[in-house]
């Protein structure tokens, strides 16, 4: 390979090192283990839409979360969460974000059964196609990623700008706000700093000091010899001095012209709780069987409708994933399709008051592989969803159900974890 | 007459010493320094940085990390170290008052490209939102204070509370636009608690931030106060660390290995 190749070759490696990774899509909640996604939280009735905008316009997240009972002892008890889009970096501007009805800016408490409505605006910042999903980020455990959807996200022809109001009502554009002073301070100290350089670095050289300073104490300056002279003492005093002095001008600059600075803020709350629901079911698991090669899981459960009407199970939600017990529509509104799927039941139909039915489930879907929802070389062989029962003429019930799983098929494994 | 010996003979070796200092050399004169202080930039930037985000990585990245009681006290410590290293191996050698200011240069143009390119263009996080801080005012004056006292103890005992002082008045001028108080999500908060929410961190949730929550109000609330003088005091313990650094892992070994020659 001649040089000029070799050369062409390094420069082609290194644009393409520089452009080619610069954005991830996946959130790697494929990568989280079983347990992480089915025993802690359960996203249902996500909605997340338009699903294609213009930069600056609105995205809607909507949905809710469950903090299950069944919460796994090998993790801290959930005490503190954040609900947050999941997206690829600032693709999108978050506008709003309420929980339970009430504004939450930061972080808030919860606890073990707590149901968190959420709801989250942002607008569109960056072009492209980004993967959007609603997370809830508990202290102690990470991430937990809910159900996402695809958004399209269109340039403006307007420059993207986020306003925001001070207390003293002034509007500024939080985009850039400052960054041009934020440099210009810092690069002034700079070249404070690059002139006390030359002046050491022009002036003197490093290898005829060498030869003295071996022969000399360490803390002679030595200015007969020439090492420090007076001229240089003179010179680093104007330096030093010019340094202080940018610095008082900018406090006076500071201080004068954003008077009233407060601590970053920490509103810490606990949401006020929704309704409970009613209590509709009984529901006693009695197993489930996975077929690892063809992606099925068969749960058995015993349900006892404990209330005066007849009662219907629509839904089983596990992790991020809805199963639907109806058909095409009614799984368009279960939330994103990707995470979606058919629930089959049987027998199916109502369970008339007061009577016990034994439930076989059947879901027959890949994303349970896919986004590795079912635990088949864990320590803990256990699956936990919610099964959602619905009244006649109205009311619902969220029924925890934790269930053990028996694999009936492997698919081969070469190498432990993969 | 013993004495007048002794004198006539030390000011005859200072001559000579003054001879040596002025002595040209041919191929290891300003070529040999231009190579050095060039190359020297990408080592010493990259160690002053990676030192700096492995002690107070977050405080310096966000905004909203930059808080009154955490924040000046884990930055002077994470950025002393460095320093301190590079002036002890600078002043030993060649008795340059530089090895903070070089490393603070270096390390303010390493950090800058790091923030612009991988942070604003790659993921496009605005500057404003993680800009980071600036050591070279408080550098200056560390070794200011060393060409004055010509002692490393005396430089630690004053220059360790000072920087500590320095390093957050000098990035505190920035800040001060980033904590006017703003109305937002029906809240008081700060600006830069606004870009924090604003600017989508789904890996970082907001109860990571080690900020202020109220927990040192026996102080008259000047929490401020009461943190840099913490951060003046680890301060003192970072630079003996980087002296420990400069002295046992730099300029020993290679006193060691000249000897072997």
Redesign the interface.
Known sequence: MTKKRRLTWIAVLAIAAFIAP?KAFA?GEAGDEPFLKDLTTAFYDVSISPKAIHVGEPVTITGTVRILDTWPYTLDPPQ???I????P?????????VINGQ?????FFVERGGVYQFKMV?VG??PGRWHVHP?I?V?GT??LVGPGEWVDVQPAVAKFT?P?????GKV?D??????S???W??FA??L???A??LY??LS??????????T??G?????P?????TPRD?MW??V??GL??A??IL??F???T??P?????????FAPRPLEPDLKLAEVRPEGATWNDGTDTLVMKVQAKNVSDSPITLKEYVMGMTTFVNGGPDAQAQAGPHEYVGQLEVEPNGPIAPGETKELTLRIANPILSEERLIPTRDPQQFIAGLLRFEKAGGGEQFAVVRINVIPTQFKAQYIPGL | MAAGTTTAGERQR?LE??A????K?KW???K??LV??ITAIFVVGGAADITKQLFAGDWDFWT?????QWWPVITAFATIIIPSALQYIQ????????GA??T??CF?MCA?VGRYFQWHV???????FV??I?I??A???L??IL?KT??FILTSLFGGPIWAL?VW??N???L????????????????????G???????T???L?H????ALRSFLGE?QYVSLVFGGTVAVAGYWIGQFIGRYLAVWPIRRYIKTL
Do not use: C
């Open positions: 610069s959130h503190t969460a954040y947050t889009p999941v997206v970096g600032p693709v999108f501007a978050l506008e709003d974000r504004p939450a800016p930061g972080s942002m910042r960056e997370g980020a202290q990470g991430t986020f925001v109001t001070l207390l003293n500024i939080l985009e850039g706000y400052q960054s002073f934020v440099w301070w810092s100290g700079f404070i700093g690059v006390w350089m050491w670095t003197k050289r490093t290898v005829t000091n060498l030869a003295v300073t022969q000399i360490i803390n002679e300056d030595a007969d010899i020439g090492l420090i003492q680093m005093n330096l030093a340094t202080i940018l610095l900018g406090w600059y500071a201080a012209r954003y009233v600075r407060l601590p970053q803020q920490t509103d810490w | 200072r010493l003054r040596l200092l002025n002595k050399y290891i004169d300003r040999w320094d050095f202080w909203d990390w930059k808080d009154p002043w030993v050698a060649w008795r340059f008052p530089t200011t070089y603070a240069v303010f800058w790659a993921e496009s996080y605005p500057l404003s800009w980071p600036s070279v005012g550098a200056i004056i070794d200011w060409l010509r002692s320095l008045a000098f505190y001028v920035p001060a636009a980033y904590l006017q108080p703003a109305h937002f999500m029906n809240h008081v908060l700060t600006v830069a608690d606004v870009q929410i604003v600017y989508i961190r789904s890996q949730p907001e109860y931030r900020i202020e929550r109220g929490t």
